[in-house]
T-cell receptor, first 114, second 111 residues
């Protein structure tokens, strides 16, 4: 079974559209993250949720809104998509109770905005 | 979080040990050293972490200098599947801290 899964794997859409990316982890972890990796392969955190509560919110446009319906899911909704949003988005999870040292990453969602 | 410096690329012969260096001269006493890798088009994969002592697991060994200003990740017997970008990250608390990866080292294992 996949530990951290994301859907869709590829997403091609036009500017101005609204889209969502879903993430699910079956590891029983209490913390989940969203990262963005741009064309230069630089990986940067966007959000982090612990027990469904937002604990990290980096300087991300408010067009990006994460939602965590439960500890196993962290979805990312993006409004009014722009060309600069094109990137690979990774979801990850970890367990704070054991130190949270090891983060498990999903396979990524490649978003292309045209 | 402390800044890290890694060489942009390294080569290693298959079957030989790969030694990947990382400088983190501004590391604080409560900051851990983490290593992750990213194989092409896949999500990053955790390798190992340490605070002061050297660490070893089934994937690799982590050697941290006594002053903690640098570290070396050792893959004892590199295989072609170890070809990836390796990231050295230094931060206080993984879960609740900011987690931004640097440029990393592209390791190419050659037959």
């Amino acid at each position: 079974d996949t530990a951290v899964s994301q859907t869709p794997k590829y997403l091609v859409t036009q500017m101005g559209n609204d889209k969502s990316i879903k993430c699910e982890q079956n590891l029983g972890h209490d913390t989940m993250y969203w990262y963005k990796q741009d064309s230069k392969k630089f990986l940067k955190i966007m959000f982090s949720y612990n027990n469904k509560e937002l604990i990290i919110n980096e300087t991300v446009p408010n067009r990006f809104s994460p939602k965590s319906p439960d500890k196993a899911h962290l979805n990312l909704h993006i409004n009014s998509l722009e060309l600069g949003d094109s990137a690979v988005y990774f979801c990850a999870s970890s367990q704070a109770g054991t130190g949270g040292h090891e983060q498990y990453f999903g396979p990524g969602t490649r978003l292309t905005v045209t | 979080d402390a800044k890290t410096t890694q060489p942009p690329s390294m080569d290693c012969a298959e079957g030989r040990a790969a030694n990947l260096p990382c400088n983190h001269s501004t590391i604080s006493g409560n900051e851990y050293v983490y290593w992750y890798r990213q194989i092409h088009s896949q999500g990053p994969q955790y390798i190992i972490h340490g605070l002061k002592n050297n660490e070893t697991n089934e994937m690799a060994s982590l050697i941290i200098t006594e002053d903690r200003k640098s570290s070396t990740l050792i893959l004892p017997h590199a295989t072609l599947r170890d070809t990836a970008v390796y990231y050295c990250i230094v931060r206080v608390v993984v879960t609740l801290g900011k987690s931004t990866f640097g440029d990393g080292t592209t390791l190419t294992v050659k037959p």
